[in-house]
């Protein structure tokens, strides 16, 4: 005689609950289906032989991502730091470097003026007297910054 009590095995048979496609999850839970899809795939949750998902699996991917969610949080946040690693970098430069090219500009400048002859001898005096390379501290004289948090930097720094 059989048990009047159904065995978990049967019971599961008998009721197997409702099965989602991807589709019919993203629909339900108003999400677009490839988040869907990536969420499972990320939870490692497989379709079953019928090529769909238990609801237990839809919501693990959809609700339990807790994990997937610091995991973004922190890529975010790494990519943040590397755009403005990435700007400081673009705006730090040599001090040494940008000395010799103002020296340079200066100086190519200073003979320009030199060699016109179309210039008073007082305006051109007052004009290379103007134009001496400063001292070096005077290149950072009305920086927004100090000298030790750049944007300038020498090679021992």
Request: charged content about 30%; aromatic content about 6%; overall charge negative.
């Amino acid at each position: 005689m059989k048990s009047p009590h159904k065995t978990a095995l049967e019971s599961k048979e008998q009721h197997a609950g409702i099965r989602w496609t991807v589709n019919a999850a993203a629909s339900e839970f108003s999400h677009d289906r490839r988040t869907i899809r990536r969420r499972l795939s990320a939870a490692g949750e497989q379709a079953g032989p019928d090529g769909k998902f238990s609801t237990q699996q839809i919501c693990r991917a959809v609700f339990n991502n807790l994990e997937l969610e610091r995991t973004r949080l922190t890529r975010a946040q790494a990519d943040i730091a590397e755009v403005q690693c990435d700007e400081l970098l673009r705006n730090w430069l040599p001090r040494d470097g940008v000395i010799k090219v103002w020296n340079g500009t200066l100086e190519i400048m200073r003979g320009i003026i030199s060699s016109r002859s179309d210039i008073p001898e007082h305006l051109k005096a007052d004009l290379l007297r103007d134009l001496q390379p400063p001292d070096e501290r005077e290149y950072l004289a009305d920086a927004p910054f100090t000298e030790q948090e750049g944007p300038l930097s020498s090679p021992e720094e």
